[in-house]
């Protein structure tokens, strides 16, 4: 178990609508990152906070949006779903951010299947 | 930004084999390099991770090796096990985030 909690494990849902991602990351993490995993591909980065501020973007479509509370967990938002969107999503943590480099650490990550 | 490139996409190794899986990067700033281990349905784990001041690192039968100056690393597994077979992803840092390679699917035959 890697500390890091993710809800819900499974999402099915139609093209045009809106669903949320719930990310806790490990005891003592600041940084949350997420990533999308499509079938048979690599990890794309969508986007990172760090102690409740964005830090990083990567290809996440403005469609998507993300945010990180002053607990720390953090909460990806899917809207106009389209078939194209249907992958696993992972969330990892780590202690730091920027030059310091930590390990990260990965949820089970969600399935989200929009049909 | 940086870019990541693994080889192989596949490899199939008869257990007790060693397995060698490349990686290159094209950002000369990035400082650290991870290793994941994703078998099919599960999370991606941490096997080793390595950064920019040390040349090479061990741990029981896996290995990275890192070439600053040609900018390519490699994760060396040896004594293949069927527990072995899985994804591996590399991944070099870029600013605040990882940016992973395209994995490589990895089979050990029994």
């Known amino acids: 178990d890697s500390g890091v909690t993710q809800t819900p494990k499974h999402l099915i849902t139609a093209t045009g609508q809106r669903v949320t991602l719930r990310c806790s990351p490990r005891?003592?993490?600041?940084?949350v990152y997420w990533y999308q995993q499509s079938l048979d591909q690599g990890l794309q980065f969508l986007i990172q906070y760090y102690n409740g501020e964005e830090r990083a973007k990567g290809n996440i479509l403005e469609r998507f949006s993300a945010q990180q509370f002053p607990d720390l967990h953090s909460e990806l938002n899917l809207s106009s779903l389209e078939l194209g969107d249907s992958a696993l999503y992972f969330c990892a943590s780590s202690v730091a951010a920027g030059d310091t480099y930590s390990p990260l650490h990965f949820g089970n990550g969600t399935r989200l299947t929009v049909t | 930004g940086e870019n990541v490139e693994q080889h192989p996409s596949t490899l199939s190794v008869q257990e007790g084999d060693s397995a060698v899986i490349k990686c290159t990067y094209s950002d000369s700033a990035s400082n650290y390099f991870p290793w994941y281990k994703q078998e099919l349905g599960k999370r991606p784990q941490l096997i080793i991770d390595?950064?920019?001041?040390?040349g090479e690192k061990k741990d029981q039968r896996i290995a990275v090796t890192l070439n600053k100056t040609a900018k390519h690393f490699s994760l060396h597994i040896t004594e293949t096990q069927p527990e072995d077979s899985a994804v591996y992803f590399c991944a070099a840092s870029d600013g605040n985030k990882l940016v992973f390679g395209a994995g490589t699917i990895l089979r050990v035959k029994s």
């Open positions: 005891s003592g993490d600041l940084s």
């Open positions: 390595i950064r920019s001041n040390v």
